[in-house]
T-cell receptor, first 114, second 118 residues
């Protein structure tokens, strides 16, 4: 079984500041890792994913995450946030063989203020 | 195709009533998942279909819950004799392992159905 820990339930930050949202996972098998974003009263949108290859993955809106196998982490970073980045961010893991359901963390609310 | 769709978006019902939600996945996706999300929590897995076959059910899926995917396309989730504890956002996701490079097991979510049981 897999599990995900998101260490911060809420991260307040000022606009244009850098941010890091932390995610650690636990699994006895190899995994795929995902970050999803959820805006108020909406479903989840895929932000970025690690399946294989380069451990640094990027999204189209400036977020990046690095898969660190030794530290079992997949932290999400952005060098300069915008007000519109205010949302809940969920880290998720699934095993990388056969079908597998997603196991989510409890989420981190990113609050960007002017 | 614009993505996964779910109907209704909101449902308010009285305790004891039955409700049914519908999910239409991305058309070429053969895998469909249902999740439940309560306030302040991440989504939790309920059940999974590959084509029309229901292959896995979570312990969260009590006997009052039933899901179907009769023709391997859309799916329905029914809750009988609703309880206040059923109030949550019900999310549907779909994915495919067939022929889409780089899309292995990447789940795409619908907007969800928010259920309020009074």
């Amino acid at each position: 079984a897999q599990s995900v820990t998101q260490l911060d339930s809420q991260v307040p930050v000022f606009e244009e500041a850098p941010v890091e949202l932390r995610c650690n996972y636990s699994s006895s098998v190899s995994v795929y890792l995902f970050w999803y974003v959820q805006y108020p009263n909406q479903g989840l949108q895929l932000l970025l994913k690690y399946l294989s290859g380069s451990t640094l993955v990027e999204s189209i809106n400036g977020f990046e995450a690095e898969f660190n196998k030794s530290q079992t982490s997949f932290h999400l970073r952005k060098p300069s946030v915008h007000i519109s980045d205010t949302a809940e961010y969920f880290c998720a893991v699934t095993k990388n063989s056969g079908y597998s359901t997603l196991t989510f963390g409890k989420g981190t609310m990113l609050l960007v203020s002017p | 195709d614009t993505g996964v769709s779910q109907n209704p978006r909101h449902k308010i019902t009285k305790r004891g009533q039955n409700v049914t939600f519908r999910c239409d996945p991305i058309s070429e996706h053969n895998r469909l998942y249902w999740y439940r999300q309560t306030l302040g929590q991440g989504p939790e897995f309920l059940t999974y279909f590959q084509n029309e076959a229901q292959l896995e059910k979570s312990r969260l899926l009590s006997d009052r819950f039933s899901a179907e995917r009769p023709k391997g396309s859309f799916s329905t989730l029914e809750i009988q004799r609703t309880e206040q504890g059923d109030s949550a956002m019900y999310l549907c996701a779909s994915s495919s392992r067939i022929g889409l490079a780089g899309e292995t097991d990447t789940q795409y979510f619908g907007p969800g159905t928010r259920l309020t049981v009074l």
